[in-house]
């Protein structure tokens, strides 16, 4: 009897689970059923009264093929608008999850001690980003027509344009809002891992007010606002450059102001590494930053519906993957034929320097070429590490060599190796628009954020104390541990 009445319940199961599909399909050919049955109608109504073949049939047969014609036009729109407004929403939260990636990676590169304070910094510079980002930064990075100096300069207008659904755009602008505000809070956490140690809450919150306020929307519209970048034929499709490179010389700056942390180097100049207390958090920041990476390339693609779109979508996925993989590998062998041993926080930074290099080109490289692009990167991170080194300069995580050095180096290479833009007839002119747009976003983002972390300095408010960075900023900074005492070193 059981076996019969599970039967039975199966049976009820599959049925009702086939008439929602059906039902879900025929609602979702409705319109063009309706189209299709008005066009029919017309049909025969004409063929029943032959006698009104003359003036008045012809008027008929217009009208009613000109309602077929909007009623589907209209369906297709509708269709297009949702498709590209929720795949944009569900790349927003794959580019917000990053965070967890950015976190988990400068947790595991730090020491326990200032576990505490690395999360509530990647915690807080997404949640002020957010509103400073709302507030102000929006409008200032897209600023429409509505520039107050045209071309460098967007609108300080607060909120997002309103979306009712009817007036149909390619997509949403409050899950425009969403992806933009995950690329300002990008540039933001970068610099997070640079200043790990040594820097007070405080600062950090000031800083990243003043980043995703203001400094990185006022760069950010000279490319994606339509500003003087743009106009130059400047070409940065995700933001090797615009993101990335900006948040690399932010914490360039960080670094320098801050100086080393204690021990970091001995008084003679030579190295000391302190290193990270958890590995596999770092190696699992950087997977999760890889997937999140789904969200910032192909995501930027900004419309998905139709084959041409999807196809283009899919392509920069590959892109950014073979460039990821690259750059781990070549990272690896360098530090390999360099140390003698297979490093693996180099391979985890060469997934980074590869993804960063090829964010700039993903749309406009070969698939050999994106191997060069991710090869070059994975290259330059080892070599940049080892020139912060040389230069005494204490960056934890590498976001610099990272983030900055393959930034500019992805920047250049769209202009080496990309398609050309409309209005550059040359290589040449294509790779000195690059060099101009790419040398004076970084100067900008350097120039501005040492004016800031400089004035934090003369004030007394930058760093912690040296009796506060030896017992760790999560006791001091934060009256919390992350660990047990006897963990905590």
Known sequence: MNLVRNRWVYSLLFGAVIAVSVGGIVNSLAPLAIAQESAEEAASTAEASPEKVGAEAAPAKT?????????????????????????????????????????????????????????????????????????????????????????????????????????????????????????????????????????????YLVYSAILTGLIYPISGAWKWGGGWCDAMGFQDFAGSVVVHAVGGFAGLAGAIFLGPRIGRFTKGGKSGPIPGHNISFAALGVFILWVGWYGFNPGSQLTYAGAANANATSYIALTTTLAAAAGAVTALVTAWTLFGKPDLTMALNGVLGGLVAITANCDRVSQGESLIIG???????????????????????????????????????????????????????????????????????????????????????????????????????????????????
């Open 63 to 203: 009208t009613d093929g000109d309602a077929t014609a909007e009623a589907l036009a209209s369906y297709i729109q509708e269709t297009d608008y949702t498709i590209n407004t929720l795949i944009m929403f569900i790349c927003a939260v794959l580019v917000i999850f990053m965070q967890a990636g950015f976190a988990m990676v400068e947790i595991g590169l730090n020491s326990a001690k200032n576990a505490v304070n690395i999360l509530s910094k990647n915690v807080m510079d997404l949640c002020v980003g957010v509103l400073l980002y709302f507030f102000i930064g929006f409008n200032l990075m897209y600023p429409g027509d509505a520039w107050t100096v045209d071309g460098y300069l967007g609108s300080f207008t607060p909120f997002v344009v309103a979306s009712d659904g009817t007036d149909y755009g390619d997509y949403s602008s409050y899950a425009d809002f969403l992806f933009q505000v995950a690329f300002a809070a990008t540039a933001a956490t970068i610099v997070s891992g640079a200043v790990a140690g040594r820097m007070k809450f405080s600062a």
């Open 375 to 489: 090869v070059i990167g994975g290259f330059l991170v080892v070599m940049g590490i080892l020139l912060l080194e040389k230069l005494k300069i204490d960056d934890p995580v590498g976001a610099w060599p990272v983030h900055g050095l393959c930034g500019v180096w992805g920047g250049l290479a769209t202009g080496i190796f990309g398609d050309l833009p409309d209005g550059i007839e040359s290589v040449g002119s294509f790779i000195t628009v690059q060099l101009i747009s790419t040398v004076a976003i970084c100067a900008w983002a350097f120039i501005t954020m040492s004016i800031i972390f400089g004035v934090l300095k003369v004030i007394g408010m930058l760093r912690v104390s040296p009796e506060v960075e030896q017992s760790g900023l999560d006791l001091e900074e934060h009256g919390l541990r992350a660990y047990p005492l006897a963990a905590d070193q």
